[in-house]
């Protein structure tokens, strides 16, 4: 895992849009086209804001959706879909944006991403932590051993409390239970990860990310085993290292 540390949050996002970016292309010149994942939250607002600005040719690039509540209709204001629709694919046009729909039947809708992703090798993940260290929607203890591409996750408090903090919901009780996530091994299969973590408030996850066991406890200290690991910070999310 390579730590890379910024002033800011805002010079955080671009040093890691820049590099997401590259990689990108990278991929574009080898093969002729993309596929990248793409996150949601506060942690990503900054990067996504400087990625839609770069010179890709994303007529030829294929996203993935990370994670949605189980429930949700896309016009709710905490939606991820309509996040990524108003922040990413309405600006960039991307080939085809593979959304997690969390109105379907949970368990159907995992099926039919699945066949979706296997055929779609991972170029780009970018993805973000959790105040419980989270990795997508992959609550501690996670499963590290599923081979599916998407699960059913039940939402442990600490993680609803983070959503509520943020803004996105008026209560806790408004908060779901229940998500489609993409799973720990299916983030891992990317070829690069970029993980993007402002904010003081994340500072005590990123030193058990970085410093603490690679344990289903600390969902995202398992990027340590991946060999194309970028975790861009800013000083408030560094300061405990």
Same mark, same amino acid.
């Given at each position: 895992m390579k730590i890379v540390i910024s002033e800011n949050k805002q010079e955080l996002g671009a040093k890691a849009a820049f590099l997401g970016a590259e990689l990108i292309r990278k991929a574009i010149q080898e093969n002729g086209k993309a596929n990248i994942i793409v996150a949601t939250g506060a942690s990503q607002f900054e990067m996504l804001t400087e990625l839609v600005k770069e010179d890709i040719n994303w007529s030829v690039v294929t996203a993935f959706h990370l994670d949605?509540?189980?429930?949700?209709? &896309?016009?709710?204001?905490?939606?991820?879909?309509?996040?990524? @629709?108003?922040?990413?694919?309405?600006?960039?046009?991307? @080939?085809?944006?593979?959304?997690?729909?969390?109105?379907?039947?949970?368990?159907?809708?995992?099926?039919?991403l699945q066949k979706i992703i296997s055929q779609h090798p991972i170029d780009v993940a970018f993805v973000g932590i959790g105040?419980?260290?989270?990795?997508?929607?992959?609550?501690?203890?996670?499963?590290? &051993?599923t081979d599916d591409a998407y699960l059913v996750v039940s939402l442990n408090e600490a993680?609803?409390? %983070? %959503?509520?903090?943020?803004?996105?919901?008026?209560?806790?009780?408004?908060?779901?239970?229940?998500?489609?996530?993409?799973?720990?091994? %299916?983030?891992?299969?990317?070829?690069?990860?970029?993980?993007?973590?402002?904010?003081?408030? @994340?500072?005590?996850?990123?030193?058990?990310?970085? &410093?603490?066991?690679?344990?289903?406890?600390?969902?995202?200290?398992?990027?340590?085993?991946? &060999?194309a690991t970028w975790l861009f910070l800013d000083k408030d999310s560094a300061w405990m290292l």
């Open positions: 949605e509540y189980v429930g949700m209709s &896309e016009l709710h204001p905490a939606s991820f879909r309509k996040y990524l @629709k108003e922040r990413f694919v309405d600006i960039v046009s991307p @080939k085809e944006f593979i959304y997690v729909n969390g109105e379907l039947d949970a368990d159907a809708e995992c099926i039919r105040e419980n260290s989270h990795l997508a929607f992959n609550d501690p203890p996670a499963d590290f &051993e993680c609803r409390r %983070q %959503q509520m903090g943020e803004g996105w919901f008026p209560t806790l009780n408004d908060v779901p239970e229940k998500a489609i996530s993409m799973s720990i091994k %299916q983030i891992m299969k990317a070829k690069a990860i970029i993980c993007s973590v402002p904010d003081l408030r @994340k500072a005590d996850a990123v030193k058990k990310t970085v &410093e603490g066991d690679i344990s289903p406890e600390i969902p995202a200290s398992i990027m340590r085993n991946h &060999e």
